[in-house]
């Protein structure tokens, strides 16, 4: 990729871009085009991970009899938010440097519906042979200490274009239900709210975090009573044999 052309930093109100590197309309339209390919490569890295997702949803939902993924959302990091994310860490603003320094400029989230289904989900994933793992982060095993459950996977994969291969690097976020409704208000309440957000309130939804974790616990009990084990497929097979009308005798 060509990384001749730097972003321009934002002027201190936010406004929009100085003119400080761009010396001409080209410059500009390089770089805003390097951008954009840029974020359309990221885009494509999401769509290939997001299908990986659904794929596996769809053949554990064959065998299962239910879905272990709930929901799955991508979002691209605004320019704003990658810029931003650089400036903090004293890193420069272009596009070699967002591809080393941004791991979550492409971010995929997957909702699934018990802590069970997480687990599998990201083995499952994990060991797909044209995925790299670069970082995970367990906190399910161990939560933030504000109560944050998640499980944070940092992952290169390879996107095939026209004339090349990409490797492109996603962060995953696999979560339960209640683990994704808590950290969807804690995030509304931490963010739109910071001002007033003392110690007591901070007390408050750690505790929220508990009862959440506490719920979770509960439902994975109920699902490993009614889903003792996983299936396996000749299980499956004799089961459905056995269900079918012309064994058990019904008429259609
Ligand atoms: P950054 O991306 O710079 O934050 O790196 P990091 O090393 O802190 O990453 P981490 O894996 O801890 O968090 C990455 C993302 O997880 C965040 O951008 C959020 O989307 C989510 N996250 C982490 N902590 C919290 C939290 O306390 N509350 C909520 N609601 N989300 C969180
Ligand atoms: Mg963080």
Not at 60 to 70: A, E, K, N, T, Y
Not at 89 to 108: C, F, R, T, W
Not at 230 to 250: R, V, Y
Request: aromatic share 10%; proline share 4%; hydrophobic share 40%.
């Amino acid at each position: 990729m060509d990384n001749k052309f730097e972003l321009p930093a934002f002027n201190t109100e936010n406004t929009g871009f100085s003119a400080q590197n761009v010396s001409s309309a080209e410059d500009l339209l390089h770089m805003g085009y390097s951008f954009m390919k840029l974020m359309s490569y990221y885009t494509c890295a999401m769509m290939e991970i997001e299908t990986k997702f659904n794929v596996l949803n769809e053949e554990f939902s064959l065998l299962w009899d239910r879905q272990p993924i709930s929901s799955i959302k991508t979002r691209l990091k605004d320019p704003l938010s990658i810029r931003n994310k650089l400036m903090k860490k004293g890193l420069p603003v272009d596009m070699k440097s967002i591809e080393e320094n941004v791991n979550d400029v492409a971010g995929i989230r997957v909702v699934c519906s018990f802590i069970a289904d997480v687990y599998m989900i990201a083995e499952a994933f994990k060991k797909q042979d044209d995925i790299t793992v670069i970082e995970q982060k367990d906190y399910i095993a161990h939560p933030k200490q504000n109560g944050y459950r998640s499980l944070h996977l940092i992952v290169a994969v390879p996107i095939f274009l026209q004339h090349e291969k990409r490797i492109m690097k996603a962060e995953i976020q696999i979560r339960t239900i209640a683990m994704d409704f808590w950290a969807s208000l804690e995030h509304q309440l931490r963010y739109k709210k910071a001002d007033n957000f003392d110690d007591e309130m901070a007390a408050d939804i750690k505790y929220c975090a508990a009862l959440s974790a506490e719920l979770d616990k509960h439902m994975d009990e109920l699902r490993a009573k009614v889903y003792p084990a996983p299936p396996n497929e000749e299980d499956f097979l004799k089961q459905a044999l056995q269900e079918l009308p012309i064994f058990t005798g019904e008429k259609r």
